[in-house]
């Protein structure tokens, strides 16, 4: 019986040494991505594709915003660990009027369709429209996903014709990508 015990606190001292190599593994792969989207100019890139103008009346309202991994925070004081856990690789944000209605777009470049997935993933709402490889919506929150992009539109307030008038620019947004 000592034997076993022993053999097991062994493999127990083996396994949790092994566990901060696993980890790091993991958060090098991350950290490499990054890198990668940096590298290839994530930002400049994403901004590229929120529009001066929309089908369905929609109207840039100011420049684009653009955030790194670096400055998230001042975007997003508090949310922003959550998109770090991820391989995020920039964001740019955009206000647009049209249709009676103010809207704010974030466009994320996740890195990968499987973190872009994973942060979609994490609160879906019940109704379903057809645009992005998957969104949902609720509340005049439209969010989907496509490819290795995130895409977060906000309606300052729902309205009738507002998950219409989301959809119309946030697939505007999408067949430029």
Same mark, same amino acid.
């Given at each position: 019986?000592?034997?076993?015990?022993?053999?097991?606190?062994?493999?127990?001292?083996?396994?949790?040494?092994?566990? %901060?190599? !696993?980890?790091?593994?993991?958060?090098? *792969?991350?950290?490499?991505?990054?890198?990668?989207?940096?590298?290839?100019?994530?930002?400049?890139?994403?901004?590229?594709?929120? %529009?001066?103008? *929309? %089908?369905?009346?929609?109207?840039?309202?100011?420049?684009?915003?653009?955030?790194?991994? !670096?400055?998230?925070?001042?975007?997003?004081?508090?949310?922003?660990?959550?998109?770090?856990?991820?391989?995020?690789?920039?964001? *740019?944000?955009?206000?647009?009027?049209?249709?009676?209605?103010?809207?704010t777009v974030e466009l994320y470049d996740m890195g990968s369709p499987?973190?872009?997935?994973? !942060?979609?993933?994490?609160?879906?709402?019940?109704?379903? %429209?057809?645009?992005?490889?998957?969104?949902?919506?609720?509340?005049?929150?439209?969010?989907?996903?496509?490819?290795?992009?995130?895409?977060?539109?906000?309606?300052?307030?729902?309205?009738?014709?507002?998950?219409?008038?989301?959809t119309s620019l946030a697939g505007a947004v999408t067949a430029s990508?």
């Amino acid at each position: 019986m000592r034997s076993s015990t022993m053999k097991a606190h062994v493999l127990i001292v083996l396994l949790l040494a092994t566990l %901060p190599l !696993v980890v790091g593994c993991r958060a090098e *792969a991350r950290r490499a991505q990054r890198e990668k989207s940096s590298k290839q100019g994530s930002d400049l890139f994403l901004a590229a594709h929120l %529009p001066d103008r *929309a %089908p369905g009346g929609w109207q840039a309202v100011g420049p684009t915003e653009e955030f790194t991994s !670096v400055d998230l925070f001042e975007y997003m004081n508090g949310g922003a660990a959550f998109y770090l856990g991820y391989a995020f690789g920039g964001c *740019a944000v955009r206000r647009y009027e049209g249709t009676g209605q103010k809207v704010t777009v974030e466009l994320y470049d996740m890195g990968s369709p499987a973190d872009a997935y994973g !942060v979609f993933h994490w609160d879906l709402a019940a109704e379903r %429209p057809a645009v992005g490889e998957g969104a949902c919506y609720e509340a005049g929150l439209l969010k989907l996903w496509t490819g290795r992009f995130f895409l977060r539109l906000l309606a300052e307030r729902e309205q009738e014709g507002t998950l219409t008038g989301l959809t119309s620019l946030a697939g505007a947004v999408t067949a430029s990508l």
